[in-house]
């Protein structure tokens, strides 16, 4: 399998994309397949770049035995756009973001995080910044399902 590459967006990298890009790393390091998958995340904005995810966000992903801590934000750029097979967008505003500042040949690339899930409704990750605790808890079950989706599918090569 060539490695492939996948980047998690949310606005300020701190929240959505840094608790996708540690559940995604369990599971695929669980699945034997760290070697052939890359995992980032980033923001589209540049709010938090050089910082660590939300407390609540940590703590959040601890109690599920994912580890954020030595995780960093940083911005979207060009490259990543060249580099990564997945460019998963947290919502709509984001994958618009994405969409804008990309070139048209990479859009096959860019899509919702949550088309991967299958437990859900939701399209979107809701932003847990400005609620309480239960909106990180919700993140992390919408994350966890579309992990296992996503994973599922670059195993079957799609």
């Known amino acids: 399998m060539n490695k492939v590459k996948v980047l998690f967006v949310c606005m300020g990298n701190i929240c959505r994309s840094p608790t996708a890009e540690g559940v995604f790393r369990r599971l695929v390091a669980e699945a034997g397949l760290t070697d052939a998958v890359l995992i980032d995340s980033a923001g589209t ?16 992903a601890e109690k599920r035995g994912y580890q954020l801590s030595g ?39 860019l899509s919702l995080f949550l088309e991967h899930g299958t437990r859900f409704s939701e399209r ?5 910044y400005y609620g309480g ?26």
Do not use: T
Not at 87 to 100: C, F, G, P
């Open 45 to 60: 904005h540049a709010y938090h770049i050089g910082k660590p995810p939300d407390r609540r966000a940590q703590a959040a």
């Open 71 to 109: 995780l960093r934000g940083r911005q979207v750029s060009a490259e990543d756009f060249v580099e990564f097979d997945y460019i998963l967008a947290m919502d709509e505003e984001n994958l618009s973001n994405l969409k804008r500042v990309s070139h048209a040949h990479y859009h096959a690339k």
């Open 124 to 128: 979107e990750v809701p932003d847990p």
């Open 133 to 158: 605790d239960q909106g990180f808890e919700h993140v992390l079950d919408l994350v966890e399902d579309a992990s296992v989706g996503l994973l599922g599918k670059i195993r079957k090569g799609e």
